[in-house]
């Protein structure tokens, strides 16, 4: 039987199976381009590249390169290095242009994502006394709750009158798109600002941004997204979406270390508009008369026009390595592996509910290909803790998130049905 979640591929819970698809798989060898821990004395199944993406070999020597240009040429390196670290920030934009679907100038990476997100509402979350809710969905992530109630409070306003969370239906796990252009049709002109997640952390869902975002302007609010669950993991189409901004960080499916350095997206049609206050450092500054050390700011007519301090080089330079791997694997072939694996994933987990005495799995994410990416979140109905530690002594590294859901990711470049199919054997033998 072929469901919604299978596409065009009739699947099968065998290792013979499994294998085929890894022999057709044209990604297959960007395996080996990666560090995959060992636990155990093997390689353990890594489906955690949504929360810290592998290391890739060459990363290495991308940082190395960047420490040697500095014992040999000190403060000269900022000119002479290989990449001088003055320009060093402009290699990005062309490399993530395919990532995240935008113009090359319209992308700027810099600093941390919740400084970022926060810079972002800075320019994009200008409330007035009629006109100051932020619409977003219920369960963001943390960090961007308290982005959103500290600007509410920046603003003055009370974050609980400000700040309005779509809520999934009852007895449901994730958001649907028609609540969320009832709820801003419904705030419209009271709504500043409706930012959500590309995808949720926490229930894996891809939100339909194009949507939620024509929506929002036709209430006359902003729009943005915060793609950290996203970046690297689905279609992105910012540009023509007519996002007004969006921001990322580089560390979970870009594979870019540990805390790596966030990226920005700031649509063109704003770069030259004199009234949107942003918070300005020398790095925005035009680069002509930028070491002239004038008083006077003078943004950058793209999206680096937001940028404050000078580049973080030794964290960019990890990042470089593993961009050049996205734009060799090509995003569009990544986001469709991605989608079969967790569709793969989704087969066997129903697979083992379907074979055990009682369900035991409850798959939360969306099962329809187009509201997800290759993140499966399984809320466990019983022994869930019990199962996630025997998994972890098996030699999965995965997440568990509180009160009882395991959240696995099988990212394109690393992970293979494979390991989809024995992480599926290793969880059916706690199952019975
Ligand atoms: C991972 C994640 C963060 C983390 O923020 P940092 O500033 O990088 O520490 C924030 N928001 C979302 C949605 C995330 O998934």
């Not at 007035?128 to 963001?140: D, L, S, V, Y």
Request: charged letters at 20%; hydrophobic letters at 40%.
């Amino acid at each position: 039987m072929n469901t919604s979640y299978q596409q065009d591929m009739v699947f099968e819970n065998s290792l013979h199976f499994a294998k085929s698809l890894d022999e057709k798989d044209t990604l297959k060898k960007f395996r080996e381009k990666f560090y995959i821990p060992i636990v155990n004395e093997k390689e353990c199944i890594y489906f955690t590249g949504n929360s810290l993406g592998l290391q890739p070999k060459t990363t290495q020597d991308f940082v190395l390169n960047e420490l040697e240009d500095w014992a040999n040429y000190g403060v000269e390196g900022h000119f002479h290095a290989k990449n001088p670290w003055v320009s060093y920030h402009e290699m990005f934009p062309d490399l993530l242009a395919e990532v995240v679907g935008a113009l090359p100038e319209e992308i700027v990476v810099m600093n941390q994502l919740t400084v970022n997100l926060h810079l972002l509402m800075i320019s994009f979350y200008r409330p007035t006394k009629k006109r100051f809710k932020i619409i977003c969905e219920a369960k963001a992530f943390p960090s961007d709750q308290y982005a959103f109630q500290s600007q509410a409070a920046l603003h003055g306003f009370k974050p609980e009158d400000a700040i309005i969370e779509v809520q999934p239906r009852e007895g449901s796990s994730y958001i649907e798109t028609q609540d969320i252009l009832d709820a801003i049709s419904q705030h419209g002109e009271e709504t500043a600002l409706v930012i959500f997640s590309g995808v949720n952390y926490y229930s894996g869902q891809v939100f339909n941004m194009q949507q939620i975002c024509k929506a929002a302007h036709e209430v006359g609010a902003n729009c943005g997204f915060d793609l950290a669950h996203a970046a690297g993991n689905v279609a992105l189409e910012l540009h023509d979406w007519n996002v007004d901004f969006a921001c990322w960080c580089s560390y979970k499916y870009l594979n870019s270390g540990p805390g790596g350095v966030s990226g920005a997206f700031i649509h063109n049609r704003h770069h030259n508009n004199s009234n949107l206050l942003r918070l300005a450092g020398w790095w925005g500054h035009d680069k002509e008369n930028r070491f002239k050390m004038g008083a006077e700011f003078k943004p950058i007519p793209t999206a680096e026009g937001w940028q404050l301090s000078n580049a973080p080089v030794l964290s960019m330079a990890a990042h470089l390595a593993s961009l050049e791997i996205f734009a060799e694997a090509g995003m569009h072939n990544l986001v469709t592996k991605g989608k079969q694996l967790s569709a793969y994933l989704i087969y066997i987990l129903e697979h083992i509910n379907s074979s055990a005495k009682e369900k035991i799995i409850d798959i939360i994410t969306p099962i329809h290909s187009e509201e997800r990416g290759c993140q499966v979140s399984m809320l466990m109905l019983k022994d869930g803790k019990k199962i996630f530690e025997e998994l972890i002594k098996a030699g999965v590294i995965a997440d568990w998130r509180e009160p009882n859901v395991i959240r696995v990711a099988p990212v394109p470049l690393y992970n293979s049905f494979e390991d989809v199919y024995q992480f599926g054997q290793i969880i059916s033998k706690f199952i019975q």
